[in-house]
T-cell receptor, first 114, second 112 residues
């Protein structure tokens, strides 16, 4: 059973508009959440993270929101740029230093149209 | 070289072959990981090494054999694979077992 779910396999957004990528999880023990971005022929790269003591974390154009009661997090990209076109993976862990227990979603492919 | 490198980038092998995947990290990290990414599936953690000691083996079949001679190098030895083992194999490293991991570009493996 998948503990981290990204139910939208793809998303298309106009350049300059907001991109919202969603992620749901089932394990209430998860306390740390990350987003990774992956370009074709490259490995995933870390983008932004949030711990469960916060409900929002912002880094430039990227903001992650966490709703613990709904077991839901989302990544907002504002404004979206063509270079943001990539696959975005949501990941979660129950402990801060347990990289050996990181659980990933299946990814959402974002296409930003010029 | 910087970051995490993986060789080869592409590999086609028969079910009776033996081959090895290589990963090298130039980041001074202590932990290294092997992941498998199959189409439309989440990244699956296969093996974890922390300070050269294997800490995790997620019920991976014995036809996959990892080796970590030092903190900078990680190998995945392959033998008698099945067609369903065809996937992208990603190597990653991190400071100890930090969640922020640095990935290599992967090896696209096809088993015929």
């Amino acid at each position: 059973d998948q503990q981290v779910k990204q139910n939208s396999p793809s998303l298309s957004v106009q350049e300059g508009r907001i991109s919202i990528l969603n992620c749901d999880y089932t394990n209430s023990m998860f306390d740390y959440f990350l987003w990774y971005k992956k370009y074709p022929a490259e490995g995933p790269t870390f983008l932004i993270s949030i711990s469960s003591i916060k409900d929002k974390n912002e880094d430039g154009r990227f903001t992650v929101f966490l709703n613990k009661s709904a077991k839901h997090l989302s990544l907002h990209i504002v404004p979206s740029q063509p270079g943001d076109s990539a696959v975005y993976f949501c990941a979660a862990s129950a402990e801060k230093s347990s990289g050996d227990k990181l659980t990933f979603g299946t990814g959402t492919r974002l296409a930003v149209r010029p | 070289e910087t970051g995490v490198t993986q060789t080869p980038r592409h590999l086609v092998m028969g079910m009776t072959n033996k081959k090895s995947l290589k990963c090298e990290q130039h980041l001074g990290h202590n932990a290294m990981y092997w992941y498998k990414q199959s189409a439309k599936k989440p990244l699956e953690l296969m093996f974890v090494y922390n300070f050269k000691e294997q800490t995790e083996n997620n019920s991976v079949p014995s036809r996959f054999s990892p080796e970590c001679p030092n903190s900078s190098h990680l190998f995945l030895h392959l033998h008698t694979l099945q067609p369903e083992d065809s996937a992208l194999y990603l190597c990653a490293s991190s400071e100890r077992l930090a969640l922020e991991q640095y990935f290599g570009p992967g090896t696209r493996l096809t088993v015929t």
